[in-house]
């Protein structure tokens, strides 16, 4: 029985695909009932993505490139369960891969920043600075803004 069908589309900026993508894969996996549509156009823009960042052939073994690049052959969409939990698995791979390099330095470099321009301000007595250190988005600007700065003006050369 069908419960109802959840598309799998990509768009233009990374952070909206990942989390629709991981949305959906998580949807696939909570039920055996829902159904994942996968197109073949969607599937062809993952696998390139996958390539540029130099990701397909480093996280996929042969056998979960092959079944990519047969799915994109052969369908159009797929409508197989199996098949779409087969590519789900394989999707979840990718996008990890795609997201761990800001990941890690958002965990590294952003905690290890808010730390330190914690301690900073209150030992200037800013109290509430002790609160930064668990604020996620201060964190993520902190580890943005330092892999924008060009190496010759960092300041903490000894994050990474």
């Given at each position: 029985?069908?419960?109802?069908?959840k598309?799998?589309?990509?768009?233009?900026?990374?952070?909206?695909?990942a989390?629709?993508?991981?949305?959906?894969?998580?949807?696939?996996?909570?039920t055996?009932?829902t159904?994942?549509?996968?197109?073949?156009?969607?599937?062809?823009?993952?696998?390139?993505?996958?390539?540029?960042?130099?990701?397909?052939?480093?996280?996929?073994?042969r056998a979960?490139?092959?079944?990519?690049?047969l799915?994109?052959?052969?369908?159009?969409?797929?409508?197989s369960?199996?098949?779409?939990?087969?590519?789900?698995?394989?999707?979840?791979?990718?996008l990890?891969?795609?997201?761990?390099k800001?990941?890690?330095?958002?965990?590294?470099?952003?905690?290890?920043?808010?730390?330190?321009?914690?301690?900073?301000?209150?030992?200037?007595?800013?109290?509430?600075?002790?609160?930064?250190?668990?604020?996620?988005?201060?964190?993520q600007?902190?580890?943005?803004?330092?892999?924008?700065?060009?190496?010759?003006?960092?300041?903490?050369?000894?994050?990474?």
């Amino acid at each position: 029985m069908r419960v109802g069908r959840k598309s799998f589309s990509l768009s233009t900026h990374e952070e909206t695909f990942a989390s629709r993508a991981l949305a959906a894969v998580q949807m696939s996996d909570s039920t055996s009932q829902t159904h994942l549509r996968l197109t073949k156009s969607e599937i062809v823009k993952m696998r390139a993505k996958a390539i540029r960042r130099g990701i397909w052939f480093r996280v996929l073994t042969r056998a979960e490139r092959a079944y990519i690049e047969l799915t994109i052959k052969v369908l159009n969409e797929v409508r197989s369960h199996f098949l779409a939990k087969v590519l789900t698995s394989i999707i979840r791979r990718l996008l990890n891969a795609l997201e761990i390099k800001v990941a890690l330095d958002v965990r590294k470099v952003g905690h290890l920043l808010a730390q330190k321009f914690s301690r900073i301000a209150q030992s200037w007595g800013n109290v509430s600075a002790g609160q930064w250190v668990k604020d996620r988005g201060f964190i993520q600007y902190l580890a943005v803004t330092y892999m924008n700065t060009p190496a010759m003006f960092k300041v903490y050369p000894s994050l990474r």
